[in-house]
């Protein structure tokens, strides 16, 4: 018996380490708690039960985001070089702060002789080995001989990480961006997203005020969050943990807030649509994954979940 029960003991603690902590009931979406500003909503996801003491077991929590890394000159930024130049598509890093950096898709890194986003969410340990990132070009035209001093550069809107991360593909992030001068009446010969990303901020920072305030005045415990806009879902983005949430959170917002259009106007769409959404993002694992092939992804680590982003059509 007491070998029967210690194996029964065992399976047990290997199911509950195992058990996927993205996806109902782990988390539950607040549709009766929305916070909405003009034409943007934002619905709070947040953990339930056991969820973030069992994720806790899972991820690590010395995290930095390379934000404060690269703000705090604790990591060092650099392209490889070749005979006829640097790989776009690479950047390397080495950590010197002493505690993890969480690096997200969709963050911009600016100089070098191109300016990067970030295509992958990882954790860059903090070791004296270089580690490789996996980077877009977001400056078309330029090509300097003196690269500039590596800087952090902020996130990109949610269209143009919705084609990093369902495209991967360098000419459709190129077409894009000069769709968006397009668009904007803006006339470029290099294409510097970054030209266009200065823009967005001045646009309309009481979005940010707003939600940025509503955050600080509210527990931290949050998943993340679902934003929608007019009769359209925007992007839902989660997390395995608050303390990443609340990370990346500033972040987050603005990609949500320099993804509105014109077009856009106080969120009338049918709550059924949302929930339709939500039920095939957090429904099951197996949901998840079919849904996350059409519409986002999941970055893992060690096989788990440590993030997910899901965009709408």
């Not at 080495?94 to 969709?106: E, M």
């Not at 197996?286 to 709408?312: P, R, S, V, W």
Request: charged share 20%; glycine share 6%.
């Amino acid at each position: 018996m007491g070998k029967t029960l210690c194996k029964v003991v065992v399976l047990l603690l290997i199911v509950i380490s195992t058990k996927a902590q993205l996806v109902f009931p782990d988390v539950y979406v607040q549709y009766d708690s929305v916070w909405t500003y003009k034409n943007l909503q934002l619905i709070p996801i947040k953990f339930i039960g056991n969820a973030v003491t069992e994720n806790r077991k899972l991820f690590p929590q010395n995290i930095i985001t390379l934000q404060q890394a690269m703000q705090s000159n604790k990591v060092a930024v650099k392209e490889i070089k070749f005979e006829k130049g640097a790989d776009v598509s690479v950047l390397v890093i080495k950590n010197n702060s002493g505690k993890n950096i969480l690096l997200n898709a969709g963050e911009l890194i600016a100089g070098g002789k191109q300016d990067r986003v970030v295509a992958e969410t990882k954790i860059i340990q903090s070791q004296t080995d270089e580690q490789y990132i996996t980077v877009f070009c977001v400056e078309k035209g330029r090509w300097d001989d003196k690269p500039k001093p590596f800087v952090y550069g902020g996130s990109a809107d949610i269209n143009l990480r919705k084609k990093i991360d369902t495209d991967k593909h360098q000419q459709q992030i190129w077409k894009h961006i000069e769709q968006q001068f397009t668009d904007g009446n803006e006339k470029s010969e290099t294409y510097p997203y970054m030209q266009l990303k200065k823009k967005m901020e001045k646009t309309d920072t009481a979005y940010m005020n707003y939600f940025i305030t509503k955050y600080q005045q509210s527990d931290s415990s949050f998943a993340g969050f679902m934003a929608i806009t007019g009769n359209r879902i925007i992007a839902c983005e989660v997390f395995a943990l608050p303390q990443y949430t609340q990370l990346f959170y500033k972040e987050m917002v603005s990609s949500f807030v320099y993804s509105l259009t014109k077009n856009d106007g106080i969120v009338s769409i049918n709550l059924q649509s949302v929930k339709n959404f939500t039920n095939n993002l957090f429904g099951s694992e197996e949901m998840q994954k079919q849904f996350l092939q059409l519409h986002g992804k999941a970055d893992k680590l060690n096989n788990k979940t440590i993030h997910l982003i899901a965009y709408g059509d």
